[in-house]
């Protein structure tokens, strides 16, 4: 006995393609306000932002970073946009809360990139420092090489190169010998206490002014700056010009200088010494 297929009205023409066009009407309405909002919004943000920059004169490295920046949320605000046009807002509401979580997430996780990358662009703006400059930080000093947003690269005189956060940078005192168009060089220089002061001041200024790296203007100088246990300390100042010379091999140069003088001129260079005083008993017992 022959018996009828029944058709399955999910399987009728009349009822799946409305859904197919309208899917395709959704699907296409999305991507063209996805596309019109991100391109509109990329053109205008980039160009406002990249201009505002430039004209305040920041440096090339956070004007970059700045446009990457406006990038990314122009495609985010487009996103959004498109999917509240298109009728996506089950599909938007699960996007931002698992948006938001992960955000949370790799907030905690790069806690540390971000300081260093928001110290790296405080540095870049404030310029407390520049490439090629000598700085010192806490236990460190050294020749800055390249200044990044996260870190910066420092070489030491021994010709190693350290990678300093930019956040140490930014949370400790950065002392820069070489920020102006001067700096002083000094050295202490001990004498004995029966040495002529008047004698040994005449050889430290005669070593001082005879170095090439010396500015006549501020003439060296070489006061008493202390009276120690075993010596009569006096300062060696002269002043360089630290774009020209280096302020360790000037004075290098300088201590070597002074200490050949002293020894030609028989002056005493004492090192400290403790003398110890009294008598010691020896006694026999039966």
């Given at each position: ?28 309405t999305?991507?063209?306000a ?55 807002g ?143 300390v ?7 010009d ?7 091999p ?37």
């Amino acid at each position: 006995m022959f018996v009828p297929l029944e058709v399955d009205e999910a399987l009728d023409p009349e009822t799946y393609v409305p859904l197919a066009v309208d899917a395709a009407i959704t699907i296409a309405t999305f991507l063209v306000a996805f596309v019109v909002v991100y391109s509109l919004g990329k053109l205008m943000g980039v160009r406002l932002v990249r201009s505002g920059l430039e004209r305040r004169g920041y440096e090339p490295a956070i004007v970059n970073t700045a446009v990457r920046v406006t990038v990314i949320v122009a495609a985010a605000v487009a996103l959004a946009l498109g999917a509240t046009i298109a009728g996506f807002g089950v599909v938007l509401s699960a996007f931002a809360i698992f948006g938001g979580a992960l955000a949370l997430a790799v907030g905690f996780a790069t806690q540390n990139l971000i300081a260093n990358f928001v110290a790296g662009i405080f540095i870049l703006q404030d310029k407390p420092f520049s490439i090629g400059d000598w700085i010192m930080w806490d236990d460190g000093e050294g020749r800055v090489r390249d200044i990044k947003l996260r870190v910066t690269k420092v070489e030491t005189f021994d010709n190693e190169l350290v990678t300093v956060p930019n956040a140490d940078l930014a949370d400790s005192p950065v002392t820069n010998p070489v920020a102006n168009d001067r700096v002083r060089v000094r050295y202490d220089f001990g004498i004995g206490y029966d040495d002529d002061i008047d004698h040994a001041r005449e050889v430290i200024l005669d070593e001082a002014r005879s170095l090439d790296a010396t500015l006549e203007a501020p003439a060296p100088s070489a006061p008493v700056v202390d009276l120690g246990d075993s010596a009569v300390v006096l300062s060696g100042r002269l002043w360089i010009d630290p774009t020209e010379h280096g302020y360790k091999p000037t004075q290098f140069a300088f201590v070597e200088a002074v200490k050949k003088r002293f020894d030609a001129e028989g002056i005493d260079m004492p090192y400290h010494n403790t003398e110890l005083s009294g008598a010691i008993s020896v006694e026999q017992t039966a």
